[in-house]
């Protein structure tokens, strides 16, 4: 009986396949191994930022009295609002960091459509948050010219034109800082979409 020879062709088809397969499935594991360390560190980074918000909340209700700020007495308004929003903002980011997470190794629509609500949660969110931020802005810089933070101490008489300065300055700095993290976060996604477009090209 004569034995029956392999085809060279036939192997080599194989053998290459073979190698394509690993090759893919070594790059999918990267994918996913980069995916889950961009989201775990997304969680660390929504976590030390839970400290802004807080701050404005917690000042904003201890100042929530109109004598501390009779000039502006909505900026504690602002910073109760704008705390709050923001806490829940950032739970729900690090909830559809955390939900990436684990929907790279197992998926599911459940999650899925968790997620999309979450998204849409945050989304609306965010642009209440930038009108609010405005508003804040304007209610706050508008009286920076005026503003005093000295009153009379034996009377405890309150000027119109006073706001306590650690309700104010605090504010004031909360804006900036919003500003700058916004620009920085807007800056960041320009650069990544460009990144991703020379990429497919």
Known sequence: MKSIDADPFLVNSINKQSS??????SWTGRIVA???ILSIVGVIILILLLGIPISALVIGVRYRDPRYCPIEPRISLFLIVSGSISIG??????????????SIYQRSSVSIILAIILWIILILSSIFLIVWLIIGSVWTFSVHN???????RINHFYLYTYCHPVLYKFTF?????TYILIAISCCSRCFNCKSHSEEEN
């Open 20 to 25: 394509n397969g690993n090759r893919n499935h």
């Open 34 to 36: 980069g995916a889950s």
């Open 89 to 102: 903002s950032i739970i729900f980011a690090i909830l559809i960091s955390l939900m990436t997470i684990f």
């Open 146 to 152: 005026r503003v005093i933070h000295d009153y009379d």
């Open 173 to 177: 700095v909360y804006l900036i800082v």
